[in-house]
């Protein structure tokens, strides 16, 4: 069968963005860089109620660390991971002395949000490049087709997951109020300096939605080139058919074209290079000539 150019080169660029988008959705969903919070090393802290507030740290989907050497809080404070960490909770604080606003349950369930789109785009996009190897091996334009819807849906959940996540920095920024760790109870000075920003991890989150789009655009249009080569191998097909009943006549029997026994041929054709082949005998009335 006749192969498209055009569709191998976006089937071998889809299939080598393939790992490369993996990898750096994996590593932004595995790091712990997505914000950073600098803390002036001048501050003066004024009571150790706000020491996990007051250091410098970064912060990721499951961890929220502090690599600086002036963090001696951490050898007395709980749950401490890896020594230097504290796990992020997305589950719902049990106790009943705090009443919890709206803003703060928005904020875990859009975390939660966060955490489970990131997780689908993981799994789905593994799925469309296990599709995509599939078409490297069975040139079928419904498996281009599939691995690039796949593709897209991971597009969209990866973009989903990340406008989750702005949405919870916001209510914690800007609405929530519960607790001395959310920044509109910090105080003046600290608010002052602590200079946020968003780091690599959140970056590479950005980068592999736009590597899983591109990918998704390459299959699909794959698929069309891989469906167009079937088409263009149809026609050539029938009008081969119609070339041998003109000059053939056709066998009644049968009710396809047959050849008379004074006539030679039809030849095999090659479907790459349109040369004839020598014919092969095994006995039907289509391929045996006496």
């Known amino acids: 069968m006749r192969t498209s150019t055009c569709g191998t080169v976006m089937l071998v660029c889809a299939t080598i963005l393939g790992p490369i988008t993996i990898v750096f959705l994996a590593v932004s969903f595995a790091t712990d860089y997505w914000l950073e919070f600098k803390v002036d090393p001048g501050y003066t802290r004024l009571s150790t109620d706000d020491a996990r507030v007051s250091h410098t740290r970064h912060r990721g989907i499951f961890r929220e660390c502090y690599p600086g050497n002036d963090t001696a809080f951490l050898l007395t404070a709980k749950d401490v991971v890896d020594n230097y960490c504290f796990n992020i909770d997305y589950e719902v604080p049990e106790s009943s002395t705090i009443t919890l606003s709206t803003e703060f349950m928005a904020r875990i369930h859009l975390s939660r949000c966060f955490l489970a789109f990131y997780v689908v785009a993981l799994v789905v996009f593994l799925l469309a490049f296990i599709f995509g190897l599939v078409v490297c091996c069975w040139r079928r334009s419904k498996w281009a087709y599939i691995a690039g819807l796949c593709a897209y849906i991971a597009a969209f959940a990866t973009a989903a997951a990340i406008a989750f996540f702005h949405g919870a920095e916001y209510l914690e920024r800007n609405k929530i109020e519960d607790t001395t760790e959310f920044y509109s109870k910090w105080t003046a000075g600290l608010q002052n300096a602590t200079t946020r920003s968003y780091g690599w991890s959140y970056v590479l989150g950005w980068v592999g939605m736009i590597l899983a789009a591109l990918?998704?655009?390459?299959?699909?249009?794959?698929?069309?080139?891989?469906?167009?080569?079937?088409?263009?191998?149809?026609?050539?097909?029938?009008?081969?058919?119609?070339?041998m009943e003109t000059q053939m006549g056709p066998d009644y029997y049968y009710g396809r074209p047959y050849p008379q026994p004074a006539m030679i041929g039809p030849y095999v054709y090659d479907m790459e290079t349109r040369r004839q082949l020598p014919a092969i005998g095994y006995g039907d009335p289509y391929v045996s000539w006496s």
């Open 215 to 243: 990918s998704a655009t390459f299959y699909s249009v794959a698929g069309c080139y891989i469906g167009g080569e079937r088409y263009d191998d149809k026609e050539y097909l029938d009008k081969r058919r119609e070339y």
